[in-house]
């Protein structure tokens, strides 16, 4: 379908094209579609763009992840087809790796995103080879790979599910997650959680990188000025605040 480009909904309609591409071609399972869906919603009531409170995430993770030992990107089928790119870009700046794990997972799903991964230019992307399991997941989602996010320090997961979430803080990890919700058990697992659009996210972390790079005091300075509860109840109020004033003005 042709999206015009002067229609208001105009980014909104060509990402769900993109995405209705992707479960064609097995990159995105059928139910990524309902959680694009979800997070959708999220942004509308945030306004479709990045609140004060994401971007002070952003950079707390930016910090955080230059200061890692062993940071490692999570990648899953949504992630891979709406940001991959810039995901592959993120990582060589902050020198992370990438490791594809997927909620709905089978070999012939990662070969397939590990092997996108790799047609936008990716080098080493683990999930091939699960040789382990995070702790505390009972199904195959525990899977995950030694030398990746089962020795990583600080792991980032873009639209992850709750349950390995709140397992990777567990298992004592430092999480940093992506998602528009913030509610869900993701956002409130994270020690850092960024409630922001994912390719807003990973674009504004990116321009963040050349000032959080160049000095130590900085990273230190943004991460213990940072409380990601405050943040989060800024971003609820947020929405909250935003509904409200558009009940008032009587025109939602
Ligand atoms: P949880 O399992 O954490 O309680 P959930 O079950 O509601 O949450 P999942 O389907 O597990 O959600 O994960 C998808 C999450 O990703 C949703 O919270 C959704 O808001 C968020 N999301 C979807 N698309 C985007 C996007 N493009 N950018 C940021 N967040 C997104
Ligand atoms: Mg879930």
Not at 32 to 56: K, P, Q, V
Not at 137 to 146: N, Q, W
Request: charged share 30%; proline share 4%.
């Amino acid at each position: 379908m042709k999206v015009s480009r002067d229609h208001p909904r105009y980014r909104s309609l060509v990402m769900r094209e993109a995405m209705s591409e992707m479960v064609k071609n097995g990159i995105v399972a059928p139910t990524g579609l309902i959680a694009h869906g979800r997070g959708e919603a999220f942004d509308y009531l945030l306004g479709e763009e990045t609140s004060d409170n994401a971007r002070r995430a952003e950079r707390a993770a930016v910090a955080l992840l230059l200061e890692a030992r062993n940071p490692v990107i999570s990648v899953n089928g949504n992630t891979a087809a709406l940001a991959g790119k810039e995901i592959i870009a993120l990582s060589k700046l902050i020198k992370a790796k990438v490791e594809v794990n997927l909620f709905h997972r089978s070999p012939e799903r990662i070969e397939k995103v590990v092997a996108f991964m790799e047609s936008l230019g990716a080098k080493g992307v683990l999930g091939r080879h699960a040789d382990t399991t995070i702790p505390g997941i009972a199904s195959d989602r525990a899977l995950c790979s030694k030398e990746g996010i089962y020795s990583a320090d600080v792991v980032l997961i873009p639209l992850e599910d709750g349950d390995r979430a709140e397992a990777l803080a567990k298992f004592g990890k430092k999480v940093i997650a992506i998602d528009l919700n913030p509610l869900s058990r993701t956002t409130r697992a994270a020690q850092i959680s960024i409630v922001d659009e994912l390719t807003r996210a990973i674009s504004n972390m990116i321009a963040m990188w050349p000032e959080l790079s160049r000095e130590e005091a900085i990273r230190r300075k943004v991460l213990s000025d940072f409380d990601n509860q405050r943040n989060l109840k800024s971003s609820l109020e947020l929405i909250c605040d935003r509904l409200t004033e558009l009940a008032e003005e009587g025109k939602p």
